[in-house]
């Protein structure tokens, strides 16, 4: 349904060289101070601008069209748009018929037919997670003392992080990375057994982020190598924090009181200046497209403010679920 | 809402050591046929037996209490019911105040206090499984032609899966493991794009079953340390096919028509026969528990149907909803 | 989805001559006290038994399957069945190609197929009320202090309810009522506005219920025909009391702490003894009917216990999103 | 949660003297032919103008800001604006602590606390049905042939429209009316059992707009005094035509394939010149206000394309529900 969250509920909108992109927030509890500065931080995290990221820069001014009323949240829904004025389309024109391999062009063609706007990979684009940024900015503010925290790891498979962005730059490439995330002070006993587990409801809104291709929760594919007899964490005392952390905070889909914390597989961009093979959807014939749009050479650089507020949504809609954020917040 | 799914939609209900498990079934197409036996090589699959499962063997007779009528389903809700018939709870009553490290029997008692059913873990159960997989019987009978199969890949760290079964059964500990899954034939263009992507929805249910800890489509964790020249899938023709796999089957969360691949990692079970330390949650001092109750040293054996059966599920809703299964099946 | 409800959540099973009718409850705080017991009231006044109900009688023993644990819910699931005992599926074999005018047969038929379970009326007997009665005790018991209240206030357009049932089953013919529901001391704020709004929530459940063919709240209809000064309710004071009530208790889609005051008009059955003329789907040719299976000859009888139930069942969802009523309930 | 439809979805925002109000759609099929031409006579018949409607004029300029490209829709969500532009909000200041009679002043304030934006109403005011009535233009778009028509049968009680609006004018009071809403061509069989049943979806959807207090489906509460002899509708043919209507094309839930009627009623407005005793919120104390805002004298004069927009959106989630919309409509 395009939608996400059960009472602090999300609804995107937009593609990458359409008028606009934003989201729509249902459930934000009333009362909430809020103001585009707010925003500014986590917006300039995830805008390009270092080597490796896009030459389009966008202002990314966030336009609160409704649900604040004097710098306050008044309960209503608020809609949070950003227009796209940074957008050279005919760089798009040459590749109406020829799929970029790895990108979603030959897949929304097959789904929506020709109507499909595939300009900057349009609805499917990474231009739509500034929307989602936004959205976990007003998370953050929900979650008060609860800290979300993610950074970069690694890029193309190595912690020198510079050096692998500049090779790739070199070689006309692109590289992918590891975002990992971590939220401290969560209380235990969020989550829903088994559908609505917090490990569900995480991957859910974090495989919604375009490249992302895996995640693993505290010793995740590691711990599956590992005996029960290591891997089970001692709790220390009756607050339930444990001396290990394998769980990654969370047992049986419920947040347990320690740290949480997963990793995320970001996948390398498939648009590259390099030469690559790929077919012409008209002719049927192979082609070969060198792709000069502006793009980034590695989208993982840019990853970890949108991994953060995907898990910052999910934590506020669960707080919120449990009734430890109140659905008003005017004394 | 411990609700899954869009139009074939799941709810799931049940407890350990309750009367019974099982699972509704709601937007089931009229006219599928349906009978118990169709059960019983899934069934068989999950339950136990083998080295390294838990000697709690349960008959699992599929009772089907609605929706169903002269062996085929009737568009009706379907209710799926297995009782539990060799209960034996009182190994749990000398661990009501001992959570065991890394189950859920701490968050629980944490969040539905001390009225949570604990025994035999209650609703967080792996029992809970027998539900899902039967769910997921339904779910394969609808998708026809596509082929879901999941294979244990590795268990321990180890390629040998009985070496290392033995050897935890020896050392009276536990081992997780990793399973593979692969679904073939299924058109491009399932899933939609952001929130529903098909990977949001299929993380979204593996997470659900007990004990995962971690996902990756196609290149994975792997994949993130590739450059993009290489990681890039190249189309053979117009079809759709690529000569390498590295997506998954899937781009910019649809599915692009090539088999769709993705690898579970799946923890060691947390109740071993070996002394571990805990707290009394009564007192609050340390304690030391063995535990005896019977159970899983390697859960993992027994996953692969369960993955099997929750990617069926999503694959089953989304066919529906892109209007590739009909609504009535009956010519 | 057959489901309602955003955390207090039903999904109903069953048909009226199958094995079972029942619901599955998500959502209900844990730690409240349910047992069988508690459901006798509100299922015999649903029963029949009084002139101008079936002469099917149920025992409508309460089956409760999971969730509740010695004597307290559990914060699981909660599934309550109720197996049907006295069917007389031959009473409908003569039916199968006759549909009966004013009742659900016909459009069955054209959604389901020829596999739809026909019996009884299926799933769209009233028979499945039984189960949304018992959800009514579970979210009275929820609701403490708010008392939900219906009763028939006419019957076949006559207060002498005796009188027009009695000569409704003279004549082999049927009738049908209207019944009318308050909620006293429900506070101000619950529902959210536009596609929630507390008239929206009560209206989608109370059609829900078979035979229900009418709404309206406080004034209704006959408030379309007053003037704006008379028809506004003017407040007492600063606790929002009002002299007046014809806004049914709801303002703005929003619940103004007077109390909710709804009539819903319920249709005379459509099954009667009477000859009545109809089609021959097989061979298209008219054809005459006289039902003889057990039917009520007047269902308003029993729909005021329905009713309340949907009221409650509403209001509790609303009292839990708005943390009126806590997620666990033990102290 | 603000949004509405399985698979057609909308999600409303903005505020009466807010930066804006619109609408969000997800599910729309790609390849709808569509543009801002469009939906010219439908947001006209709701414009304000006539005697009895308010001297508030909106241009209610439709700006399609995503979801179509090339004047078709893409398949991505759509997002439609109305800008607010003649506002007068200084109107209001008077009124902030003196809740207007009948109105959602009170139930806002006791809701939001005083962050709510209550200038005109804020988000409860009818200025959010012109988004209702873009959403329901493309519904009508997407049903092709079905034809929905609304028409005013009475206002104040009488069939003299005119003169009924004229005398409330005079008497400086306002009056309400009911709206009878069509649907023809709607074939067999739409709707599903229980919790969405036809007449549940179009009656959720009928209470969402602003004033209406009543709903009834065919012979609705007079239907409630017939004899079932009488309402039963007798089948013509195996079309499923019967030759009375009483079940206002629905039976059980489903649509019958004969016309759907229903019928609502619209309350008097709350806000009327004439002084009307309230409550100061802020002091306690008993006060008189007479209200110099812009306002209708009678909105169900505006009323009807707003309930064809209800039923139209309801009608054509439930189409592709039914498989009867393709999810693609390009050839």
Same mark, same amino acid.
């Given at each position: 349904?395009?939608?996400?969250?059960?009472?602090?509920?999300?609804? $995107?909108?937009?593609?990458?060289?359409?008028?606009?992109?934003?989201?729509?927030?249902?459930?934000?509890?009333?009362?909430?101070?809020?103001?585009?500065?707010?925003?500014?931080?986590?917006?300039?995290?995830?805008?390009?601008?270092?080597?490796?990221?896009?030459?389009?820069?966008?202002?990314?001014?966030?336009?609160?069209?409704?649900?604040?009323?004097?710098?306050?949240?008044?309960?209503?829904?608020?809609?949070?748009?950003?227009?796209?004025?940074?957008?050279?389309?005919? @760089?798009?024109?040459?590749?109406?018929?020829?799929?970029?391999?790895?990108?979603?062009?030959?897949?929304?063609?097959?789904?929506?037919?020709?109507?499909?706007?595939?300009?900057?990979?349009?609805?499917?684009?990474?231009?739509?997670?500034?929307?989602?940024?936004?959205?976990?900015?007003?998370?953050?503010?929900?979650?008060?003392?609860?800290?979300?925290?993610?950074?970069?790891?690694?890029?193309?498979?190595?912690?020198?992080?510079?050096?692998?962005?500049?090779?790739?730059?070199?070689?006309?490439?692109?590289?992918?990375?590891?975002?990992?995330?971590?939220?401290?002070?969560?209380?235990?006993?969020?989550g829903e057994p088994f559908f609505d587990s917090?490990?569900s409801?995480?991957?859910?809104?974090?495989?919604?982020?375009?490249?992302?291709?895996?995640?693993?929760?505290?010793?995740?594919?590691?711990?599956?190598?590992?005996?029960?007899?290591?891997?089970? @964490?001692?709790?220390?005392?009756?607050?339930?924090?444990?001396?290990?952390?394998?769980?990654?905070?969370?047992?049986g889909g419920l947040?347990?009181?320690?740290?949480?914390?997963?990793?995320?597989?970001?996948?390398?961009?498939?648009?590259?200046?390099?030469?690559?093979?790929?077919?012409?959807?008209?002719?049927?014939?192979?082609?070969?497209?060198?792709?000069?749009?502006?793009? @980034?050479?590695?989208?993982?650089?840019?990853?970890?403010?949108?991994?953060?507020?995907?898990?910052?949504?999910?934590?506020?809609?669960?707080? $919120?679920?449990?009734?430890?954020?109140?659905?008003?917040?005017?004394?």
């Amino acid at each position: 349904m395009n939608t996400f969250g059960r009472i602090f509920s999300l609804s $995107l909108f937009g593609e990458s060289h359409g008028e606009t992109v934003g989201v729509l927030i249902n459930g934000c509890p009333a009362g909430l101070p809020l103001a585009a500065a707010d925003f500014a931080v986590d917006l300039k995290r995830r805008r390009s601008g270092a080597a490796g990221t896009t030459p389009r820069r966008e202002a990314d001014r966030p336009l609160i069209q409704s649900g604040v009323w004097k710098r306050r949240t008044t309960g209503a829904p608020i809609l949070i748009q950003f227009q796209n004025e940074n957008v050279r389309s005919q @760089d798009y024109e040459a590749l109406r018929d020829l799929p970029r391999p790895g990108h979603a062009d030959f897949v929304a063609r097959t789904k929506y037919g020709r109507t499909h706007d595939f300009r900057g990979g349009g609805q499917f684009s990474g231009r739509m997670t500034v929307a989602l940024v936004a959205a976990g900015v007003v998370a953050k503010k929900l979650l008060g003392g609860i800290q979300v925290t993610a950074c970069l790891t690694e890029a193309g498979g190595s912690s020198d992080i510079k050096g692998a962005v500049a090779e790739a730059l070199r070689e006309k490439d692109s590289i992918g990375g590891i975002v990992e995330c971590r939220a401290a002070d969560v209380p235990a006993g969020l989550g829903e057994p088994f559908f609505d587990s917090a490990e569900s409801l995480l991957s859910h809104l974090v495989f919604a982020v375009p490249g992302v291709k895996g995640i693993e929760f505290g010793s995740g594919f590691g711990g599956s190598r590992m005996k029960g007899s290591r891997h089970n @964490d001692v709790l220390l005392d009756r607050s339930g924090k444990t001396r290990t952390n394998h769980a990654g905070g969370i047992n049986g889909g419920l947040t347990n009181g320690n740290e949480i914390v997963f990793r995320v597989a970001v996948k390398p961009p498939s648009s590259i200046p390099r030469e690559q093979a790929t077919v012409n959807l008209r002719t049927g014939k192979p082609a070969v497209i060198s792709i000069s749009g502006r793009h @980034d050479a590695c989208f993982a650089l840019r990853a970890p403010v949108v991994i953060e507020a995907a898990a910052a949504i999910v934590l506020a809609d669960l707080m $919120l679920l449990e009734q430890r954020i109140p659905r008003r917040l005017e004394s």
